[in-house]
């Protein structure tokens, strides 16, 4: 039975493909279909362990040798609670550690494992960060758990400043196969096809285009103009993109996509208020 509210509902009638890992969906999910959105669920992206914890363990055990510890993601925040229960390690064996965060969920997740969280920047991309670490860190020591392939900023920028800087995997991201045929059927088919589809990594945009039988890595290009060519543009046509932040939004153009949509705030909350605002000025035009 239909919600006689639901037609007065913002997103009301918006079909919403949204790519989140399996796991992560919900949150999103439910926040779209809060405001009126018929949510598609097809994860582009599909955590898993890493091909070892070996480096992770090895940190872990000892753990008293660093001074910081930098967490990008509420994965590897859970992937560091897991190793930890699984060593045997007690969470107090990491009170000493100054704990970063990107990002309110991480900041969150973090909390609930009793860590003492002491930098959550402004801005949530490993820029700032970077820039929150500043005059911190010269001389100490930093463990910073992510995925297997990520940016490199953040080590970079702090071995800079002087910093010694370990990184270890704490899990890794896959393009999940079995969502290809779902994908590409939905995007072929006018009465099921997005008017809006959610981008929140970078890592998101790539394995999209991969899925729709795009390339995989895109040639280096000239930042200036884009080039359709990388996936099947006319899947797209009426299609707003949007992304969660300006490297998200960044990878997208890489791909010769637009980002129709960013948000101002680089979470899920911050998405979805874009993505308001965009259909708001969208159904003015």
Same mark, same amino acid.
């Given at each position: 039975m239909?919600?006689?509210a639901?037609?007065?509902k913002p997103?009301a009638g918006? #079909? @919403? %493909?949204?790519? /989140?890992a399996r796991?992560?969906?919900?949150a999103?999910?439910?926040e $779209?279909?809060?405001? +009126? &959105?018929?949510?598609?669920?097809?994860?582009?992206?599909?955590?898993?362990p890493?091909r070892?914890?070996?480096?992770l363990d090895?940190?872990?055990?000892?753990?008293s040798e660093?001074d910081?510890l930098?967490l990008t993601?509420?994965?590897?925040?859970?992937?560091l609670?897991?190793?930890?229960?699984?060593?045997?390690?007690?969470?107090?064996?990491?009170s000493h550690?100054k704990?970063a965060?990107?990002?309110?969920?991480?900041?969150?997740?973090a909390e609930?494992?009793?860590?003492?969280v002491?930098?959550?920047?402004?801005?949530?991309?490993?820029e700032?960060v970077?820039?929150?670490l500043?005059?911190k860190?010269?001389?100490? #020591? @930093? %463990?910073?758990? /992510?995925?297997a392939?990520?940016?490199?900023?953040?080590p970079?920028? $702090?071995?800079?400043? +002087? &910093?010694?800087?370990?990184?270890?995997?704490?899990?890794?991201?896959v393009?999940p196969?079995?969502?290809k045929k779902?994908?590409?059927?939905?995007?072929?088919d006018?009465?099921?096809?997005?008017?809006?589809?959610?981008f929140?990594?970078?890592s998101?945009?790539?394995?999209?285009?991969a899925?729709?039988?795009g390339r995989?890595?895109?040639?280096h290009?000239?930042?200036?103009?884009?080039?359709p060519?990388?996936?099947?543009?006319?899947?797209?046509?009426g299609?707003?993109?949007?992304?969660?932040?300006p490297?998200?939004?960044a990878?997208?153009r890489?791909?010769g996509?637009?980002a129709?949509?960013?948000a101002?705030?680089?979470?899920?909350a911050?998405?979805?208020?874009?993505?308001?605002?965009?259909?708001?000025?969208?159904?003015?035009?």
């Amino acid at each position: 039975m239909k919600d006689p509210a639901k037609k007065s509902k913002p997103l009301a009638g918006v #079909r @919403v %493909l949204v790519g /989140r890992a399996r796991q992560q969906a919900s949150a999103l999910s439910a926040e $779209l279909q809060g405001l +009126g &959105a018929d949510v598609i669920e097809i994860p582009f992206i599909e955590i898993r362990p890493p091909r070892s914890y070996q480096r992770l363990d090895t940190a872990l055990k000892k753990i008293s040798e660093y001074d910081w510890l930098i967490l990008t993601s509420v994965n590897g925040v859970e992937a560091l609670g897991a190793r930890t229960k699984e060593l045997g390690i007690q969470i107090e064996e990491l009170s000493h550690l100054k704990v970063a965060t990107i990002g309110p969920s991480t900041r969150s997740a973090a909390e609930k494992m009793r860590l003492k969280v002491a930098v959550t920047p402004a801005k949530y991309v490993a820029e700032s960060v970077v820039d929150s670490l500043r005059e911190k860190v010269q001389g100490q #020591r @930093v %463990l910073l758990v /992510r995925a297997a392939v990520a940016r490199d900023v953040i080590p970079r920028e $702090l071995r800079e400043m +002087g &910093a010694t800087v370990e990184v270890v995997e704490a899990y890794e991201t896959v393009v999940p196969t079995a969502s290809k045929k779902k994908l590409q059927s939905v995007m072929k088919d006018p009465a099921q096809r997005p008017q809006v589809i959610t981008f929140t990594s970078s890592s998101t945009v790539r394995n999209f285009v991969a899925l729709l039988g795009g390339r995989r890595r895109p040639p280096h290009t000239n930042p200036s103009h884009t080039n359709p060519s990388h996936t099947n543009n006319n899947l797209l046509d009426g299609v707003r993109l949007a992304s969660i932040g300006p490297i998200t939004s960044a990878t997208l153009r890489e791909f010769g996509l637009p980002a129709h949509v960013e948000a101002e705030e680089y979470t899920i909350a911050g998405l979805t208020r874009a993505i308001v605002a965009d259909q708001e000025q969208f159904s003015r035009r």
